[in-house]
């Protein structure tokens, strides 16, 4: 049973470019939740996907975007990049409403130079 | 507005004693709470969980109890070994309400000494 995936693993930008992760969520999922975890931080969330739309989302400005696919899968989308973006972005798959515990992928690390 | 938190970034404990890691809320709208663990280049491994309407819940070394009233909710592990050395996370969802995101606290380094 295949968990959370995440690509690409790491990743380095540079200011102003765009970028774009993956997420395939676990076998059986269809919630899809993105979070920012900065260094010495706890994850911050950014936004969640249920049925390809986007269902709630975080203080996160609108350079941040995603979507989700017939096949639950998800893109992270973020335009412009800024110094500050640099982070590990993790990925977390659910059942919904049905059960409130989410599992994680092992994250993409992003550095923008 | 930090909603959870972990106020020891760091715990020490020798194997085979009780590791006990805090966390506190604010938000009394949270009614499902959960404990995940981190290595180094990995992402949160999720560990045991517990719904408001419960105090305590068990999974083999693992307990977690919760206090409403205190709004506090503790994990402990015994006995400790070194391979639970990691950053433990606490975590909170206010369920539909907040659209079943989870806050989380900033985490504590547990190193268990062998």
Sequence with gaps: ?113 | DQQVKQNSPSLSVQEGRISILNCDYTNSMFDYFLWYKKYPAEGPTFLISISSIKDKNEDGRFTVFLNKSAKHLSLHIVPSQPGDSAVYFCAASAGRYYGNKLVFGAGTILRVKS
């Design chain 1, 1 to 113: 049973d295949a968990g959370v995936t995440q690509s690409p693993t790491h990743l380095i930008k540079t200011r102003g470019q765009q970028v774009t992760l993956r997420c395939s969520p676990k076998s059986g999922h269809d919630t899809v939740s993105w979070y920012q975890q900065a260094l010495g931080q706890g994850p911050q969330f950014i936004f969640q996907y249920y049925e390809e739309e986007e269902r709630q989302r975080g203080n996160f400005p609108d350079r941040f975007s995603g979507h989700q696919f017939p096949n639950y899968s998800s893109e992270l989308n973020v335009n412009a990049l800024l110094l500050g973006d640099s982070a590990l972005y993790l990925c977390a798959s659910s059942l919904g409403d049905r059960d409130q515990t989410q599992y994680f992928g092992p994250g993409t690390r992003l550095l923008v130079l």
